[in-house]
Each structure stands twice: as structure tokens, then as C-alpha cells.
């Protein structure tokens, strides 16, 4: 079991958890995710390492509360301890050799594009990072992404935070001001990483998006995140969760993400019958 040292309230769905979790903290890298359960009856849900800290063994993670598991760990509170905590798993995120990279983040994958900005950053490369949200409600990190990029750029669909418009739009501007990249990493929605993808492919950027579909087992031995790139099937899980986002089939991978849509809306909507019975 590991404890929570620390919860923090992103916004009013987002939630950071700073876990006790040491072996896993010596190992972790940018890009690699954990799986836990929050109770020996609950499901296996893989979230993305955040942050880490070797010296404290600590683990961060940020989780959005929508469906049944998110909506029991955004219950916890610092002191309580998750049941199961599993990690590192997946192959961290490939920046040896990149010079000059954009980072863009798109709403809670904002999440899992921090620490491999944080890592570029540390290693001397430049970084330009684009981050989108629908408002300013639902901005995060923002601070924590200025502190590692060398341009920064907050978009929002209203305009209430930063410039208002898509995080491919301001792509396209810099590209268009002359900005050339090494590399584009691409994290967020399925149809967010598509249209960078489809962007970066027209002006031959490499991209590299981050698959977060259904997991169970984290060891590729279930086969149900299960991905379509490049004509060859994949597994998140072992093979990524970074892959090259010109070859991945993303309408395959949203048709098959909205498969269970009815019984996560089930589970959801008992567990928060159940939290809303529970004396606080």
C-alpha cells in the first residue's frame, strides 16, 4: 500500500496526488505510467507519472475525476493509502539527440506533456510549449510549464485564458513565423493529437503523440489497448505509450474508446451515489 503525502486541487475535476512510492521513484522516467487501485475491489486504471522526486521516493500523479475509480481517488484525502500502486510500466519517452522540440499539452494530458518538457529542458534543448483548455477554469501547470520552456504559449476555446483558438493554431503560427523542430510531442483528446498530426505531416515535422487507451494488465498480456499504427497492431502498454503519431490510426482508436462509453456512465453514476452516502 502507498501512502498520499500530498493533495493538491487543480480544478474543480483535476486533482494532484504526491504518493510514497520510493522503488518506483528510482526508476521512473518521463512518459512511463503507473497502475493502481484505489481498494482491494476496485478496477486497474493506468495514469501517467507526472512528476517524480528520487531523493524524497516520491511519485506525482494528476487525475481527472470521470469516471467511477478517478471519481474514488479524487475522494482520498493526504494520510490514506492507495491499495495498489504499480510501476514504472510503458517505455519512457525517447529525447536523447533533440535540440529544439514543441511540447504542446491538450487539457489533463497537459499532465503527461509536463515532465517531458521538464526533462528536455533539463537536458539543454529548447522548448517551446503550447498548452489548450476550454477555459480558464480548467488551466493547470501553467506556472510549472513557464519554468521549463523557452516560449510558452496558453491557448483556451473562450479566449479567457491566453489567446483564444486551438492548440494547432498556434502551431501553425510558429511555423509560419519560421520556427523549425527537431520533433513535435503531441499529448491530449485522440482528435487533438489527429489534427496536429495532420499539420506536422503537411510541413514533414516528425510528431510523436501519446496513446492512453483501456488498460488492464499493463504487461501486454490482455491485448485491450491494443492500437493500429502503421498497418501493425500494438500495445500501448509495452510498445508505447509514445508512438509516431503520422502512422497511428486514430479513428480506429476513438471508435474503440468510446466502445464501453455506457458502462463507464453505469459505474460513475453508482459510485457517486455511493461517495454522496459516505459521512464525511
Known amino acids: ?14 486533482t494532484l ?21 484505489t481498494d482491494a475491489e476496485g478496477e486497474r486504471i493506468p495514469l501517467t507519472i507526472a512528476d517524480y522526486d528520487r531523493e524524497k521516493g516520491t511519485i506525482t500523479i494528476i487525475a481527472q475525476a470521470v469516471g467511477a475509480t478517478t471519481q474514488k481517488l479524487a475522494a482520498m484525502n493526504e494520510g490514506e493509502y492507495i491499495c495498489d500502486f504499480a510501476g514504472p510500466l510503458g517505455r519512457p519517452s525517447e529525447t536523447d539527440g533533440l535540440k529544439k522540440v514543441a ?11 509536463y515532465p517531458v518538457a521538464k526533462k528536455l529542458h533539463q537536458s539543454g534543448a529548447t522548448v517551446h510549449t503550447i498548452v489548450g483548455f476550454r477555459s480558464k ?51 491530449g483528446p485522440l482528435i487533438m493529437m489527429k489534427f496536429v498530426c ?7 515535422i516528425k510528431t510523436v503523440v501519446s496513446m492512453n487507451p483501456i488498460m488492464i494488465d499493463g504487461t501486454g498480456m490482455c491485448g ?16 508505447g505509450p509514445d508512438f509516431d503519431g503520422h502512422l497511428v490510426d486514430f479513428d480506429e482508436a476513438m471508435a474503440r474508446g468510446s466502445m464501453y462509453r455506457d458502462f463507464e456512465k453505469e459505474a460513475r453514476e453508482k459510485t457517486c451515489h455511493l461517495l454522496n452516502q459516505q459521512p464525511r
Open 17 to 37: 496526488f504526491e504518493i510514497e512510492a520510493p522503488l518506483i521513484a528510482a526508476k521512473a522516467e518521463p512518459g512511463q505510467f503507473i497502475i493502481l487501485r
Open 224 to 239: 485491450g489497448c491494443r492500437l493500429t499504427v502503421g498497418g501493425e497492431t500494438k500495445f500501448a502498454c509495452v510498445d
Open 137 to 187: 477554469d480548467l488551466v493547470i501547470l501553467e506556472d510549472e510549464f513557464k519554468s521549463v520552456s523557452d516560449r510558452f504559449i496558453l491557448m483556451s476555446d473562450d479566449g479567457t485564458a491566453g489567446k483564444k483558438g486551438l492548440v494547432t493554431d498556434a502551431l501553425k503560427t510558429l511555423i509560419e513565423e519560421g520556427e523549425t523542430y527537431d520533433e513535435v510531442i503531441a499529448i
Open 198 to 204: 495532420k499539420l506536422t505531416k503537411e510541413h514533414g
Open 103 to 113: 511540447v504542446i499539452g491538450g487539457g489533463v494530458g497537459s499532465a503527461i506533456a
Open 1 to 14: 500500500m502507498n501512502k498520499i503525502l500530498r493533495k493538491k486541487i487543480l480544478n474543480p475535476t483535476v
